[in-house]
């Protein structure tokens, strides 16, 4: 009997590694957080900061090199909001991370710095992976401690603490702890005729085609979130639904959470104020698409993928793998 996707194991040990965002091991000792840990943290020498203007990140930028990093004493000239520092965590030779919002905007800012998005920090590969896992864990923080100012039980003023792991109210006492996301994004496979479900919101770049995906609702399973999903926006029905890899996307503070959907039905009732097209692809069309370069002019003539980095990108490739190890 040949086994399918949704019986083998992953080509890879763990696909969540393989995607943007994910390489972020700082001991972040969120159980063991005092209220002065990030007084006690800037007391060590090896201190450094991630410096944010919004949630783009601030980067020394010269013609060879970028360094996101600043030491305590060149935060000066960045108008830093230093009340409002958040500690990270640690790296293993015991030096702190932290990450600071700042007065600077793109109108503001002078050389050597510029501002960068999560976006382009992973699509110009301008940091390396570990650094653009913190600044995923950074910018996500420095939103959520941003929109949570007031409490939303008695609209008093909320207070930082445990290093920006909370917020507490001042006039009510009432508490609340970073948010998470949970977004599934799926390729849904029809095993019989081996295609794969893509489609294009109007927002996308010119003839690019992704995965379908949206948010998980409240009192609902992932599985069950891949079947909704995939239903209203495509009109196919779901069988089996296979978890396959996760990514952290700061966008503001969302886990993407990536998974193989098994066509119960083939007819395609598109969603028509969500996508501008929803499509089955042939093997060789999804290899050729993957063979083509997000970065390059497109009029829209020829499909091309995510960027790669991007979780539906992983998720399309590790399709095609998974076939060769059959």
Same mark, same amino acid.
Not at 90 to 107: C, Q, S
Not at 201 to 207: E, L, R, T, V
């Given at each position: 009997?040949?086994?399918?996707? /949704?019986?083998?194991? &992953?080509?890879?040990?763990?696909?969540?590694?393989?995607?943007?965002?994910?390489?972020?091991?700082?001991?972040?000792?969120?159980?063991h957080r005092g209220d002065d840990c990030v007084e006690l943290a800037l007391k060590h020498p090896g201190a450094h900061f991630l410096a944010f203007s919004g949630p783009k990140l601030i980067v020394k930028h010269d013609e060879k090199i970028i360094d996101p990093l600043f030491a305590p004493y060149e935060l000066e000239g960045l108008e830093p909001v230093l009340d409002e520092t958040i500690l990270l965590g640690y790296l293993p030779n015991g030096e702190p991370r932290l990450a600071v919002p700042t007065g600077l905007t793109e109108e503001t800012i002078a050389e050597p710095f510029k501002i960068a998005d999560g976006r382009t920090l992973y699509r110009q590969q301008m940091l390396p992976e570990e650094l653009?896992?913190? /600044?995923?864990?950074? &910018?996500?923080?420095?939103?959520?401690?941003?929109n949570n100012r007031f409490c939303g039980r008695c609209a008093g003023?909320?207070?930082?603490?445990?290093?920006?792991?909370?917020?507490?109210?001042?006039?009510?006492?009432?508490?609340?702890?970073?948010?998470?996301d949970p977004v599934v994004i799926m390729m849904t496979i029809d095993l019989e005729r081996d295609l794969c479900l893509l489609g294009r919101s109007p927002h996308f770049a010119p003839g690019m085609y992704s995965c379908l995906a949206g948010f998980v609702e409240p009192g609902e399973t992932i599985e069950n979130a891949v079947r909704r999903e995939t239903h209203e926006e495509s009109g196919i029905h779901v069988g089996r639904v296979r978890y396959h890899a996760s990514q952290p996307w700061p966008m503001p503070h969302t886990l993407m959470i990536g998974c193989y959907a098994e066509a119960k039905s083939t007819v395609i009732k598109r969603d028509e104020q969500e996508l501008e097209d929803v499509r089955w692809f042939t093997r060789e069309e999804t290899i050729a698409m993957l063979e083509r370069s997000t970065g390059v002019a497109n009029t829209g003539d020829e499909h091309i993928p995510p960027p790669k980095g991007a979780i539906a990108h992983q998720l399309m490739r590790d399709w095609l793998a998974w076939a060769e190890r059959a």
């Amino acid at each position: 009997m040949t086994k399918s996707i /949704f019986d083998l194991r &992953s080509p890879h040990p763990e696909p969540s590694t393989l995607v943007a965002f994910s390489e972020n091991h700082l001991d972040r000792q969120s159980e063991h957080r005092g209220d002065d840990c990030v007084e006690l943290a800037l007391k060590h020498p090896g201190a450094h900061f991630l410096a944010f203007s919004g949630p783009k990140l601030i980067v020394k930028h010269d013609e060879k090199i970028i360094d996101p990093l600043f030491a305590p004493y060149e935060l000066e000239g960045l108008e830093p909001v230093l009340d409002e520092t958040i500690l990270l965590g640690y790296l293993p030779n015991g030096e702190p991370r932290l990450a600071v919002p700042t007065g600077l905007t793109e109108e503001t800012i002078a050389e050597p710095f510029k501002i960068a998005d999560g976006r382009t920090l992973y699509r110009q590969q301008m940091l390396p992976e570990e650094l653009l896992g913190q /600044f995923a864990q950074a &910018s996500s923080l420095i939103t959520w401690n941003a929109n949570n100012r007031f409490c939303g039980r008695c609209a008093g003023p909320m207070e930082g603490k445990a290093g920006g792991y909370r917020r507490v109210c001042t006039a009510c006492g009432h508490m609340v702890f970073p948010r998470t996301d949970p977004v599934v994004i799926m390729m849904t496979i029809d095993l019989e005729r081996d295609l794969c479900l893509l489609g294009r919101s109007p927002h996308f770049a010119p003839g690019m085609y992704s995965c379908l995906a949206g948010f998980v609702e409240p009192g609902e399973t992932i599985e069950n979130a891949v079947r909704r999903e995939t239903h209203e926006e495509s009109g196919i029905h779901v069988g089996r639904v296979r978890y396959h890899a996760s990514q952290p996307w700061p966008m503001p503070h969302t886990l993407m959470i990536g998974c193989y959907a098994e066509a119960k039905s083939t007819v395609i009732k598109r969603d028509e104020q969500e996508l501008e097209d929803v499509r089955w692809f042939t093997r060789e069309e999804t290899i050729a698409m993957l063979e083509r370069s997000t970065g390059v002019a497109n009029t829209g003539d020829e499909h091309i993928p995510p960027p790669k980095g991007a979780i539906a990108h992983q998720l399309m490739r590790d399709w095609l793998a998974w076939a060769e190890r059959a």
